[in-house]
C-alpha cells in the first residue's frame, strides 16, 4: 500500500461497496428489521446511521478539502463509538434484505471492521485474541485439537482416507453443539457412501470468525491449508453444515486461496435432499410434532439455502412445519452472529429470547436449529427464560428417525 494510501478509509471497500455507500438515502426502511435496534434502541448503530459516519471519514481523509489542503484529523471519540457500533450489530444482514436501494451490508459491516482493524481500533474483547489462539490451537475456543472429535465421533462410523465426499465439522459444532455434529456424522454414514475427513489436528477453523471480525491477516495460510488437505484426498465435494462455514467457503475461500476451488461446497442439507430424491435415504419413523425452523442469517440470506432444511423436515411422515413470522431470507437473527454474541452478551441473550417467544407463542413443539452458533446462543438463552422450548438440530432430528424401532437403518 502506498504511504497515501494508508490514511484511505474507502480502502476497504469495493468500488460496489463505494456506489452502495454513496446510495443510502436515510429513508429508514431498514430500521424495521434490526434485531439489535429491537433490543437496545441505540440508534447509533442503525445501518445509516453507520453509513453516514463512515461517509463523513471518507469525506475528511479522502475529499476535495482533505486533497487541497492534506487530510483532516479525525475525532478519536467518534472513532471509537463508530468501532463500537459496527461491532456490535450481528452481521445479520436483515437491513440489507430489506434496503430500499440494495445495499449489501452483511458484506459492508465486515469490510468496515476490517478498516477499523487496519487502524488499531478493533476488534473489541474477547475477538482480540482469536488469531493467536487459532494459530496456536486450530480453533478460536482455546481448545485441544484431542477434543476435536474424540467426545461426540461415533465409533462404529468409519472414515474413508480418501473419497469424493468430505465433510469438515467446523469449530463451533465440535466444541459447543456437539449433538449437531453428530447428527451430521450419522446422516452421511447412512447415505451409503464413503466420506473422508481432515485429522483433528489438519481440520483447523475455516476462518470466518477472523473474516467477520475483520481480522484477515491469517486468511490465506487457513484456506491454503485446508483446500490443500481436502485436494491431496480426492475430495470431490465439501460438506458442511454450520452456516457461517459454508458461507466463507462458497464466497471467500476462492479469494483467499487465489482461484477455483478444486472441489464444490454443499450444505449438508442440500446433500440430504439429493440423497432423499435418489432414494439413498428414507426416514423409517414417523415423527407426530409440530416444530418450527429457525433460517440462519448466514445459510438462508447469505447463500440461499432455503428450501432444503424444508425439504429434509417434510420428509419425515407425520411432522407438521411452523414458520416464524420472518422466514426464509427475512429470518430475523438470534442473536448469535458477527462476533458479538460474546461482547454484547446481554443483547444477544435478549434476542434468542425473542425466538424462544416467538417459538412458544406459534405453539410448536420443538424449536429447530441448522446452525452451531445458534444452538449454543439460543440454549444460553434459555437459561433462566421463563419460556422453554426443546432445541434440537435439523440433522439431531433426521438422524435418530433414520433407524426403525429395532434399530436397522
Ligand atoms: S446487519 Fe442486522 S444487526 Fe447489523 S445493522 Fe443490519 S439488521 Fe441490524
Ligand atoms: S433502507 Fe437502505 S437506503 Fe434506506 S436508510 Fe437503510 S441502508 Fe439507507
Not at 490514511?7 to 434490526?34: H, I, W
Request: glycine share 8%; hydrophobic share 35%; net charge neutral.
Amino acid at each position: 500500500m502506498k504511504n497515501e494510501d494508508k490514511n484511505k478509509f474507502s480502502e476497504c471497500l469495493s468500488p460496489m461497496q463505494l456506489v452502495e455507500l454513496d446510495a443510502c438515502t436515510r429513508c429508514g426502511e431498514c430500521l424495521k428489521y434490526c434485531p439489535v435496534q429491537d433490543v437496545t434502541g441505540n440508534p447509533s448503530i442503525s445501518p445509516p446511521e453507520k453509513i453516514r459516519i463512515f461517509r463523513e471519514f471518507i469525506k475528511a481523509t479522502e475529499g476535495l478539502k482533505a486533497r487541497l489542503f492534506g487530510p483532516g484529523e479525525l475525532d478519536r471519540r467518534l472513532l471509537e463509538d463508530f468501532t463500537k457500533a459496527v461491532y456490535e450489530c450481528t452481521t445479520c444482514g436483515a437491513c440489507g434484505q430489506n434496503c430500499t436501494v440494495g445495499i449489501f451490508t452483511q458484506r459492508m459491516w465486515p469490510m468496515m471492521r476490517k478498516e477499523m482493524v487496519r487502524r488499531g481500533l478493533g476488534p473489541i474483547g474477547v475477538q482480540t485474541k482469536a488469531p493467536g489462539v487459532i494459530a496456536d490451537k486450530g480453533n478460536p475456543y482455546d481448545k485441544p485439537a484431542s477434543e476435536r472429535f474424540a467426545p461426540w465421533f461415533p465409533e462404529w462410523v468409519s472414515v474413508a482416507d480418501e473419497a469424493e465426499v468430505a465433510y469438515y465439522a467446523g469449530c463451533t459444532g465440535c466444541y459447543s453443539a456437539q449433538p449437531m455434529v453428530r447428527g451430521d456424522v450419522l446422516v452421511l454414514h447412512a447415505m451409503g457412501d464413503p466420506f473422508t475427513m481432515l485429522s483433528a489436528e489438519e481440520e483447523v477453523c475455516c476462518g470466518f470468525p477472523l473474516f467477520i471480525a475483520g481480522q484477515h491477516d491469517m486468511l490465506e495460510d487457513l484456506v491454503r491449508r485446508l483446500v490443500e488437505g481436502y485436494k491431496a484426498k480426492g475430495v470431490k465435494t465439501l460438506v458442511c453444515s454450520c452456516p457461517c462455514c459454508v458461507n466463507i467457503m462458497s464466497r471467500d475461500w476462492p479469494v483467499f486461496y487465489g482461484r477455483e476451488l478444486p472441489f464444490r461446497i454443499r450444505h449438508i442439507t442440500q446433500q440430504v435432499v439429493e440423497s432423499l430424491e435418489r432414494g439413498k435415504l428414507q426416514v423409517k419413523r414417523a415423527f407426530d410434532e409440530r416444530v418450527i425452523y429457525h433460517d440462519p442469517c448466514y445459510l438462508s440470506r447469505g447463500v440461499g439455502v432455503i428450501e432444503e432444511p424444508r425439504k429434509v423436515l417434510r420428509s419425515i411422515p407425520g411432522i407438521e412445519v411452523l414458520e416464524f413470522d420472518r422466514h426464509g431470507s427475512n429470518s430475523k437473527c438470534c442473536g448469535a452472529g458477527g462476533a458479538a454474541r460474546k461482547v454484547y452478551q446481554e443483547n444477544a441473550v435478549a434476542m434468542g429470547r425473542m425466538t424462544i417467544d416467538e417459538a412458544v407463542q406459534k405453539g410448536a413443539d420443538r424449536l429447530i436449529l441448522s446452525c452451531p452458533a445458534c444452538y449454543a446462543q439460543v440454549n444460553e438463552a434459555m437459561e433462566e427464560h421463563d419460556k422453554k422450548i426443546v432445541i434440537t438440530d435439523i440433522m439431531e432430528l433426521f438422524a435418530s428417525l433414520l433407524e426403525d424401532k429395532n434399530g436397522d437403518r
